[in-house]
């Protein structure tokens, strides 16, 4: 048998979004250990809501993204910064268009990333 631990439940600070339109493919980067499902909302906002598993990962950006924890926590580091910033349930950091971050997560993390 597999010695399964029960987590205890974690903080949601953004449960639902109403009026939004979901990509039902699921965008899976990185061997899976990071999907995401794409919306757009009722006022073409364009947002994805997912989770990393834990892993080093480093994303590049098109855009300026806002990523927004919604449970767990992770370490991230901008591009041309030596520093790891931790940001937990209810934070937020913001990326530079056209930029990169790495982000390291030892817990899944649960995200929504703003586009803009």
């Not at 979004?17 to 990509?23: D, K, P, Q």
């Not at 919306?39 to 855009?63: E, H, K, W």
């Not at 950091?93 to 056209?98: A, C």
Request: proline residues 5%.
């Amino acid at each position: 048998m597999l010695g399964f631990v029960e987590q205890p439940p974690r903080t949601m600070t953004t449960t639902s979004i109403a009026g939004a339109t979901v990509t039902t493919q699921a965008n899976v980067y990185f061997e899976g250990r990071c999907v995401s499902h794409s919306l757009a909302l009722a006022d073409g906002t364009r947002v994805s809501v997912g989770v990393i598993l834990p892993a080093t990962l480093t994303f590049n950006t098109g855009a300026p993204e806002i990523m927004e924890c919604v449970a767990g926590f992770c370490e991230y580091r901008l591009d041309g910064s030596d520093q790891w910033v931790k940001s937990t349930a209810g934070e937020k950091f913001s990326v530079p268009g056209n930029s990169r971050f790495d982000i390291r997560v030892t817990e899944p993390y649960h995200y929504i990333c703003h586009f803009g």
